[in-house]
Structures are given as structure tokens and as C-alpha cells.
């Protein structure tokens, strides 16, 4: 299984957002919301990813994060897109120059 993790950007009372690695590198960003009894899953992923590499990590969202979370649910519906990174746009800049606050720490 390729070494996918997810490290975690945001965290709402009713979401989650993750940016999804793959030996050190960026491959996608998933966005989790709890909407009991289902729980609604975006992941968008590169075009270099395989279906296998999709269906790897769809499983570890099921396995690793939903069920960590221990809420009661009936239903995990993930929604699936395949593209390439276009950047992050902001509508304000960050007081801090070019690097965002996390970045710089």
C-alpha cells in the first residue's frame, strides 16, 4: 500500500480539512463534514494517482479519520475528483508576506 497520510489543516464542531500526502508530497486535500447520520467526504486528487491509489485512500478516510472521530453514522458518501492543482487564491493577502501563517512557523 503506497504511504498515504493525511495531515490536517482545519477543524470545525462539524468539519474537517486535510491536505492528503504521498511520500512527503502534496497528492490531493480532502474536506470531511458530519452531517449525522451521514458523513459527506470531497477528495480531490492528482491526475498521477491510480484508481487502486484512490480506492487506498478512500479506505483509510473510512478506517483512519471517520471512525477515529467515533461519531455514530449510518452512511460515508465521498465524492471523487481527479485534476490538477491550480493554486490557492485568497481575497485578502496575508499580513505576513508571501508565506501563510503556517508555513512560517
Known sequence: MPGFYFQRETRTPNSECY????EASPVGRLD??????VVHATLIVSESLTQEGI?????????DLIDAVGIDRQELIVHVH????????AHNEW???DEHPEEGA
Open 19 to 22: 491536505t492528503v500526502i504521498e
Open 32 to 37: 470531511i463534514h458530519y452531517a449525522s447520520p
Open 95 to 97: 499580513p505576513w508576506g
Open 82 to 89: 481527479q485534476g490538477r492543482d491550480l493554486g490557492v487564491f
Open 55 to 63: 480506492q487506498d485512500i478512500v479506505e483509510m478516510i473510512d478506517e
